[in-house]
C-alpha cells in the first residue's frame, strides 16, 4: 500500500452560482464548500475540511476562487483536478492544483481579489445572458459611472457600502486599488480590485454607480455617502447574478501589475478577460 502524505495543498475553482446557495455550509442547502467537500473526501476516503479565499454569496459566480486543504491521499498533487472533476457537478469545476507552503490560507494570505461585475445595457435583452448579468430599469449612462468610479479608490471607511452580515467586524475601512467601467457590445463592465471587502460591499458600489448613471444622483453623492458612514446614504444593493469573483491575489508583484493594467480602458471581449490560474 504507497505511503500516505500529509501536505497542504491550494485549489483554483470555477463555478456558476445559480444554483449554489453561496460558498459557505448552509444545513440543507446545496453549496459550494460543501459539493468540493464532499469530493475531496471522496479522493481522500476521509472527511476533510476546505477552506475558502471568499464566501460568495448566494447566486455570485467565480472564474477565479481559491481554497485550501490538507491532503493525506498518495495521488500526485498534479492529478486532483482530474479526481475532483469526476467527483463535482457540471455547474463546478477545479481548474488547477499545488503544494503550498504549510503556513498559507487561502482566505489570510490573499494579498487582493479582482471582482467584475456584468450590467445589461443593450436594447433587446438576451436570455442567455440574463443569468450572469443586471439588466437594471432605464438607460444607464456608462459614461457617468465611469467619472463616478474613481470616488471609491483609495484607503476609504466604506461602512455606508456595506450590508449587516451578523459577523462582528472589527473597522470598515477597505483599501481599494481601482475600479474602472467599460463597454463591450452594448454591456457595461464594472471591475473592482482591492485588497478586502465588506459583506456585499461590491454590489453596493455597483448599485450606487448604478443610479449615477440612471441620472439620479451626481457623482459627488458617492463621496458624500462615504463621508456620511450611513448604509441608507448608500444606493440599493446589486443583484447577485451579475457579480463575478475573477481572481484571487497571493504574489504582491501581480497585484502591482494588475493595478498598471487597470488604467487601460480598453473593453474586455467577454466576462473571462483576466481570470484564470492564479
Not at 27 to 39: K, N, S, Y
Not at 174 to 188: F, K
Request: net charge negative; charged share 25%.
Amino acid at each position: 500500500m504507497p505511503e500516505l502524505t500529509h501536505r497542504k495543498v491550494r485549489l483554483s475553482l470555477e463555478y456558476d452560482g445559480t444554483q449554489f446557495h453561496g460558498w459557505q455550509h448552509q444545513p440543507g442547502e446545496r453549496t459550494v464548500e460543501g459539493m468540493l467537500e464532499e469530493a475531496l473526501s471522496s479522493v481522500e476516503r476521509r472527511p476533510v475540511d476546505a477552506q475558502g479565499a471568499s464566501r460568495t454569496d448566494q447566486g455570485v459566480h467565480a472564474l477565479g476562487q481559491s481554497a485550501h486543504f490538507i491532503s493525506e491521499a498518495p495521488i500526485p498533487t498534479e492529478r486532483y483536478a482530474a479526481a475532483l472533476n469526476g467527483r463535482l457537478p457540471a455547474d463546478m469545476r477545479v481548474t488547477g492544483a499545488e503544494d503550498v507552503a504549510e503556513d498559507f490560507d487561502a482566505r489570510r494570505s490573499a494579498v487582493g481579489k479582482l471582482y467584475r461585475y456584468w450590467i445589461d445595457g443593450r436594447s433587446a435583452r438576451s436570455v442567455f445572458l440574463a443569468r450572469y448579468s443586471w439588466r437594471p430599469a432605464g438607460s444607464v449612462d456608462a459614461a457617468a459611472m465611469r467619472a463616478a468610479a474613481p470616488r471609491f479608490e483609495g484607503e476609504l471607511d466604506f461602512g455606508a457600502f456595506s450590508c449587516e452580515s451578523g459577523a462582528r467586524v472589527e473597522s470598515t475601512v477597505r483599501l481599494v486599488h481601482r475600479v474602472t467601467v467599460r463597454e463591450a457590445q452594448g454591456l457595461i463592465v464594472i471591475d473592482v480590485l482591492g485588497q478586502s471587502f465588506l459583506y456585499k460591499m461590491v454590489r453596493r458600489m455597483v448599485g450606487s454607480l448604478v443610479e449615477v448613471g440612471l441620472g439620479r444622483h451626481e457623482e459627488a453623492w458617492i463621496a458624500d455617502a462615504l463621508a456620511s458612514g450611513r448604509r441608507d446614504a448608500a444606493g440599493p444593493t446589486a443583484p447577485p447574478q451579475g457579480l463575478f469573483l475573477v481572481r484571487v491575489f497571493y504574489d504582491p508583484r501581480e497585484l502591482d501589475k494588475a493595478c498598471v493594467r487597470g488604467q487601460d480602458t480598453s473593453a474586455p471581449a467577454s466576462p473571462w478577460e483576466g481570470g484564470g490560474e492564479n
